[in-house]
């Protein structure tokens, strides 16, 4: 769920997930043969996670300046950085002693650069209190490398799961659509146990019939009237259901005017096998031309650029189609996924924002004939205002973009996704050209659809350049204002 929270730079993080190594005061100063004092010290990692109860009192820490094991404790559940999310990060403090003697009211948090002759302690005592201590400490030092899980595979398949559906029945109310979306193992499972189910059931009801009626009792009887001919047994029974729903008529077996209940149970037959017939028919003549086989030839570039157009930092990508019949009315869409924590404290995790490739200029609608580079402009409406090379690294996004349309052949919409991780956007680069002139028409070489190279472009964030041009314009201003000659007055 925070897979997407920004990641800190190390050294202006104040609860980031990177270690820290901070110095906490314990209790008073201590005299010292010098003249002057030692403040008891304790080192430890990563200032958010130590606990107000661990620092209840002085003699919480031992002598050699360790906290004991049961003091220490995991990340808490409420940090921002930490794997069970939360609200807002606050740093911990200690729990001061009812005790004024033994810790004044000026006690309190120091930094290691603000306290004067500090000398650097090392953590002594046993090596295995010593190693549980790194293994406590190597997962949350690494926690900001773990790799994430996606929210769109590259291929378009969204990566969530629900669970806990209380009300399932409402799949039933829409058979047709469950039937559609069942994986083809499961759906030939369906196609082929409608129609068994039908010819036993069908089958068992004209045996109990003929063996009510006593047909079966008198097989082989050529003086009696049977309700179903050669029907003396249940094989004879199902083989005359089979034939009956789909209408075989091998002329062995028939039903006869001598009873009412055949003719009736030969009509529901027919009618209950018309409509299993138009429903899986159906279902399996839109499984098999479901556009999202359609979504395969459409592909993306592998990865983003970020460089200057129009004297304007851009994030573009590149699309293309692989058929010659084109998609109607293709349009282009992209999200921003990203978690954020509001100014009250509240953490909306995978966070939708809209990503403009021209929606307001028509840019968005596509002729999607050849590859198309789609450009999405960087100014103060974007998100990634701020955005520059250097923070680049340290954000966790993810970038999705759909890609809709009508298929030109069947009429129907079709839809293609993917995905960018902030890994797979390359700062100062531009996708290479892959057409060509040729005669009579232009040539598209799809080796270079994922060719990039690299040009000169600033590091900066949009935001910075552009207040580095409102800061230049008035310097020029002004230089031109002194080269001009001064006009008498009352020119």
């Not at 009792?217 to 094989?235: E, K, L, M, Y």
């Not at 789909?246 to 028939?254: E, F, L, N, Q, S």
Request: hydrophobic share 35%; glycine share 8%; with cysteine.
């Amino acid at each position: 769920m925070l897979a997407y929270l920004p990641r800190p730079p190390t050294d202006t993080s104040r609860y980031g997930t990177f270690p820290q190594k901070v110095w906490l005061l314990l209790g008073p100063r201590a005299p010292s043969g010098g003249g002057g004092g030692q403040w008891p010290l304790l080192t430890h990692w990563l200032l958010p996670t130590l606990q107000p109860e661990a620092l209840a009192a002085p003699g919480a820490a031992a002598e050699d300046g360790h906290l004991p094991a049961a003091k220490r404790s995991p990340l808490m559940p409420n940090h921002p950085y930490s794997p069970y999310g939360g609200g807002e990060p606050s740093p911990a403090t200690p729990h001061r002693p009812s005790d004024p003697s033994r810790c004044p009211p000026a006690a309190r948090w120091h930094p290691l650069p603000s306290v004067p002759g500090a000398r650097s302690r090392t953590p002594e005592g046993p090596p295995g209190r010593r190693r549980r201590l790194l293994e406590e400490e190597g997962p949350v030092a690494q926690g900001g490398k773990r790799q994430r899980q996606r929210y769109v595979t590259k291929v378009g398949k969204c990566q969530v799961n629900l669970g806990n559906i209380q009300e399932k029945k409402r799949f039933l109310s829409d058979i047709f659509t469950t039937i559609v979306d069942l994986k083809y193992r499961w759906f030939l499972f369906v196609f082929m146990m409608c129609y068994i189910l039908t010819w036993v059931a069908f089958g068992t009801v004209y045996f109990l019939d003929a063996w009510a009626r006593g047909d079966v009792a008198h097989r082989g009887d050529p003086t009696w009237r049977a309700c179903i001919q050669n029907v003396d047994g249940f094989v004879s029974a199902l083989l005359f259901s089979v034939e009956s729903q789909r209408t075989i008529g091998y002329g062995a077996r028939m039903v006869t005017a001598d009873c009412a209940e055949g003719v009736i149970l030969l009509m529901a037959q027919s009618i209950v096998g018309s409509m299993i017939d138009a429903l899986m028919v159906g279902c399996m003549f839109v499984k098999i031309s479901r556009p999202k086989k359609r979504a395969q030839t459409l592909i993306f570039s592998k990865n983003c650029v970020i460089s200057r157009r129009d004297e304007q930092l851009c994030l573009m990508f590149r699309v293309g189609d692989l058929r010659d019949s084109h998609m109607v009315d293709a349009k282009i869409r992209a999200k921003l996924i990203k978690s954020r924590q509001t100014a009250e404290g509240e953490f909306i995790p995978l966070e939708q924002s809209e990503l403009n490739l021209g929606y307001d200029t028509g840019e968005d609608r596509l002729f999607l004939v050849e590859p198309q580079i789609v450009c999405h402009v960087i100014n103060r409406r974007s998100p990634f205002w701020d955005l520059s090379a250097e923070s680049l690294r340290r954000e966790q996004f993810e970038i999705i973009i759909i890609l809709e349309g009508i298929v030109e052949a069947t009429g129907m919409t079709c839809q293609a996704r993917t995905s960018y991780t902030e890994d797979e956007i390359l700062w100062g680069y531009r996708f290479e050209p892959c057409m060509s002139l040729e005669k009579g028409a232009f040539h598209v070489d799809y080796s270079r659809f994922e060719m990039t190279f690299e040009v000169q472009t600033p590091a900066a964030s949009a935001k910075e350049l552009q207040e580095r041009q409102e800061m230049e314009l008035p310097t020029l201003g002004l230089c031109w204002d002194q080269l001009l000659p001064p006009q008498p007055p009352g020119t």
